[in-house]
T-cell receptor
Framework: NAGVTQTPKFRILKIGQSMTLQCTQD?????MYWYRQDPGMGLKLIYY???????DKGEVPNGYNVSRSTTEDFPLRLELAAPSQTSVYFC?????????????FGPGTRLTVL | GENVEQHPSTLSVQEGDSAVIKCTYS??????FPWYKQELGKRPQLIID?????GEKKDQRIAVTLNKTAKHFSLHITETQPEDSAVYFC????????????FGTGTKLQVIP
């Protein structure tokens, strides 16, 4: 299994541009998450999904959109990029059941907005 | 919603000493408490977890304890080594529901050789 994969690894955007961060998992996990991590800081939840077709906001959803049409994919859309969105973005997935909820993280996408 | 507080934010120990990181949570419904380690420039990875029906769990030099009554859980690392230097995050969730996982703010552990 490849686990959780993210593309691209790095990206530089100009202010006002848009882009989609891709996330795919091949573990048939029901839950998927998007986090951002600013330098030296913790993980802030942007959006999460409990299954295909179901998404919900996290702590910092403004400026982002998500969709989940399949179990495997959970893309994150940035509209009108701003310098405040410069960060490392991690996608994660988990197989939540009664006994566990371990999150498996992708390698991250380092985004710079200039 | 759930609130997780983590202390200390930074911790320096001499190689071979023990390190303890503490977390408190607010939602008594939470029943799953993982700990993640994030090395510099890498992704967070699970190192140990504990469920609410267990008071303590060990894995070699790492142990986690849970006090449900006080709503706190702790990570214990014994005989620390330089490769233990990283940021550690605790988290809490209710694995039987649809709520999101809540992470602590992280502890930067530095092991001094």
């Amino acid at each position: 299994n490849a686990g959780v994969t993210q593309t691209p690894k790095f990206r530089i955007l100009k202010i006002g541009q848009s882009m989609t961060l891709q996330c795919t998992q091949d573990m048939n996990h029901n839950y998927m998450y998007w986090y951002r991590q600013d330098p030296g800081m913790g993980l802030k939840l942007i959006y999460y999904s409990v299954g295909a077709g179901i998404t919900d906001k996290g702590e910092v959803p403004n400026g982002y959109n998500v969709s989940r049409s399949t179990t495997e994919d959970f893309p994150l859309r940035l509209e009108l990029a701003a310098p405040s969105q410069t960060s490392v973005y991690f996608c994660a997935s988990s197989l939540r059941d009664r006994n566990t909820d371990t999150q498996y993280f992708g390698p991250g996408t380092r985004l710079t907005v200039l | 919603g759930e609130n997780v507080e983590q202390h200390p934010s930074t911790l320096s120990v001499q190689e071979g000493d023990s390190a303890v990181i503490k977390c408190t949570y607010s939602d008594s419904a939470s029943n799953y408490f993982p700990w993640y380690k994030q090395e510099l420039g890498k992704r967070p990875q699970l190192i140990i977890d504990i469920r609410s029906n267990v008071g303590e769990k060990k894995d070699q030099r790492i142990a986690v304890t849970l006090n449900k009554t006080a709503k706190h859980f702790s990570l214990h690392i014994t005989e620390t080594q330089p490769e233990d230097s990283a940021v550690y995050f605790c988290a809490a969730s209710y694995s039987g529901g649809y709520q999101k996982v809540t992470f602590g703010t992280g502890t930067k552990l530095q092991v001094i050789p």
